[in-house]
């Protein structure tokens, strides 16, 4: 029998495949060598088809904040494959996580279960344009809030301009609902809503921009971002994919004492499984069918494996209070890194947000905007980024991803890998 190797079935998966993959970055673009194939994981380690093991600060890019198979969740979840795994019809598996986080987080005051981030975002834009009879959404440059077609766009040319496209099969017609300024830039703000405020539905932000790099925003930026949202008549949706249940139980909401009319979650509310969830105020979830006129539906929505895998993990991590541990970890982790490159690597650099991080070119300044990232970011993180895999330790493979620790994460990986960072430097 030939060998399994990562390198044979990367080239089988291209012939069936577009690159190879089922969503790009899994591919390695750009990091001169063929993706790892796994084949199994536990903890905070997967393992290779040919067998050899990892520190994973991927975690299948969030979800997993308990680490991998987590015995609880895996209880959890096959007690409910021995009980049922879909209905497509009423149950009580979806009511028991909807009132668990409609009792813990007080604007959700109604939620809808969908199977992913994006989908999320989609029905929500949707609910929030139907609730205002407005047509122009708001995003800001850098954030990434799945591949819904309106919002897969760039900054136009102009301050405040409407946008194009950033992917090829996106309309003109719809690329030009949406309205994109940078982040950081209180002008921005103020001039696109002294100019459009009474046009847009929804502005919709990533809190914790956390998808071209980890661009950790200004409060007092957020604030004037909803006063005037609040002002002229618009509404607020935080998409909290990744930070939702990642950052603090409440999210970023949560820590920055700021109650959005919409939330989006996905990632760690469905504990590893495809789960994501749209949620506000009453009045504006009303407007769902069958309630309201706002039609959205799913065959799989709030499948009742996931809703168990997630209602597990939230319940563990509250138990533990794994947000202020994890927030703790993440602290050393970084810390311990910053001495690393302090001596042996000074022109990078690490920020850190409770247990994400991201490893960057050196700027004198936080880095808050797409346009202060340094020169150079994805030379610096492909040696890096090779170096590490090669000892055992698998960083996101892309330049732009963020890091995330688990519960899983124990301080012995994490003493492995600075010193990984360290030796590939010294
Ligand atoms: N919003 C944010 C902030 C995300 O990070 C992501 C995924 N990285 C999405 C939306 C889309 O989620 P999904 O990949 O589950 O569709």
Request: charged share 20%; glycine share 10%.
């Amino acid at each position: 029998m030939t060998k399994l190797t990562s390198e044979a079935l990367f080239e089988r998966s291209k012939l069936v495949s577009p690159g190879g993959v089922h969503s790009p970055v899994r591919s390695f673009k750009g990091l001169g060598r063929p993706p790892v194939f796994f084949k199994k994981a536990h903890g905070s380690r997967l393992v290779s088809v040919e067998g050899k093991e990892y520190i994973d600060f991927c975690m299948s890019f969030g979800p997993l904040i308990l680490g991998h198979r987590d015995p609880e969740v895996q209880e959890a979840v096959l007690e409910m494959i021995h009980t049922a795994w879909s209905f497509g019809a009423c149950e009580m598996y979806s009511l028991e996580l909807a009132e668990w986080i409609t009792n813990e987080i007080s604007f959700v005051e109604k939620l809808r279960f969908v199977s992913s981030g994006t989908e999320a975002v989609m029905s929500a834009l949707r609910v929030a344009r139907a609730a205002t009879g407005r047509q122009k959404v708001l995003k800001f440059d850098g954030c990434y809030h799945g591949h819904v077609d309106s919002l897969l766009v760039k900054s136009g040319s102009g301050l405040a301009g409407e946008a194009s496209s950033s992917s090829a099969g996106v309309s003109e017609n719809v690329a030009s609902e949406t309205l994109v300024i940078p982040l950081d830039d209180d002008q921005a703000l103020e001039t696109v809503f002294a100019e459009r405020g009474h046009e847009i539905a929804v502005v919709v932000i990533e809190p914790l921009p956390a998808n071209y790099g980890l661009l950790i925003q200004r409060k007092d930026f957020l604030q004037k971002m909803v006063g005037l949202a609040r002002k002229h008549g618009a509404l607020v949706m935080f998409d909290e994919v990744i930070s939702g249940f990642r950052v603090a139980l409440g999210g970023m909401a949560e820590l920055l004492s700021i109650k959005p009319d919409l939330v989006c979650y996905g990632k760690v509310i469905g504990g590893g499984f495809p789960v994501g969830c749209y949620g506000g105020k009453k009045e504006i979830m009303d407007l769902v069918a069958p309630l309201g006129p706002v039609y959205q539906a799913g065959t799989l929505s709030a499948n009742p494996v996931g809703m168990r895998a997630g209602l597990r993990t939230l319940q563990k991590m509250k138990r533990l209070d794994g947000w202020k541990q994890l927030r703790c970890t993440g602290e050393i982790f970084s810390h311990e890194l910053t001495k690393v490159f302090e001596k042996y690597k000074p022109t990078l650099s690490v920020s850190h947000f409770g247990s994400l991080f991201w490893i960057h070119n050196k700027r004198a300044q936080t880095i808050r905007r797409v346009d202060q990232i340094p020169e150079g970011q994805g030379e610096a993180f492909r040696s890096l980024f090779l170096a590490c895999l090669e000892q055992g330790v698998y960083l996101a493979p892309n330049a732009y991803e963020v890091g995330f620790l688990s519960m899983a994460h124990s301080a012995a990986d994490l003493e492995k890998t600075v010193d990984v960072v360290r030796r590939h430097f010294s």
